[in-house]
């Protein structure tokens, strides 16, 4: 986000795209290039806020479109997200056979896929570790 030439080409291919898209945190490489000012959009539910940062609309769901923006949630959000993508532009019978073909059909073996659902513990500790993690970035 602070790399200068990333963030110009970004901002020059994104402006001529048909659909400028991310998932997770690549979300903020596009606000950072300023391809979601104002536009609604999400990423990672440890950052969605961070959108905000860069006059985009943080919206806390696995998909958003606006326009011709689309930004993911989380990782696994990226299935949900290529699946709904797919569909608008090749339509649904064609999301439903790649759906088919990679076998997508969710089971998680715990129901802590999000803050919400998510016991203090695991949240606490998920904290601490992004915590972390961004004070060994630090220059």
């Given at each position: 986000m602070?790399?200068t030439q990333?963030?110009?080409?970004?901002r020059?291919i994104?402006?001529?795209?048909?659909?400028?898209?991310?998932?997770?945190?690549?979300?903020?490489?596009?606000?950072?290039?300023?391809?979601?000012?104002?536009?609604?959009?999400?990423?990672?539910?440890?950052s969605?806020?961070?959108?905000a940062?860069?006059?985009?609309e943080?919206?806390?769901?696995?998909?958003?479109f606006?326009?011709?923006?689309?930004?993911?949630?989380?990782?696994t959000?990226?299935?949900d997200?290529?699946l709904a993508?797919?569909?608008?532009?090749?339509g649904?019978?064609?999301?439903?056979?790649v759906?088919?073909?990679?076998?997508?059909d969710?089971?998680?073996?715990?129901?802590?896929?999000?803050?919400?659902?998510?016991d203090?513990?695991?949240?606490?500790?998920?904290?601490?570790m992004?915590?972390?993690l961004?004070?060994?970035?630090?220059?």
């Amino acid at each position: 986000m602070k790399d200068t030439q990333t963030l110009d080409w970004v901002r020059r291919i994104g402006g001529d795209a048909t659909w400028v898209t991310s998932v997770c945190t690549g979300a903020l490489v596009l606000a950072a290039a300023g391809l979601l000012a104002c536009y609604q959009g999400v990423c990672h539910w440890a950052s969605w806020h961070k959108l905000a940062w860069f006059r985009a609309e943080p919206v806390a769901d696995r998909t958003v479109f606006d326009r011709n923006r689309v930004t993911g949630g989380g990782m696994t959000a990226g299935t949900d997200f290529a699946l709904a993508l797919t569909a608008v532009i090749r339509g649904e019978d064609r999301a439903k056979f790649v759906q088919l073909s990679i076998e997508y059909d969710p089971s998680p073996p715990f129901n802590s896929d999000s803050p919400e659902k998510s016991d203090a513990t695991t949240i606490a500790r998920y904290r601490a570790m992004v915590a972390k993690l961004a004070r060994d970035r630090e220059p």
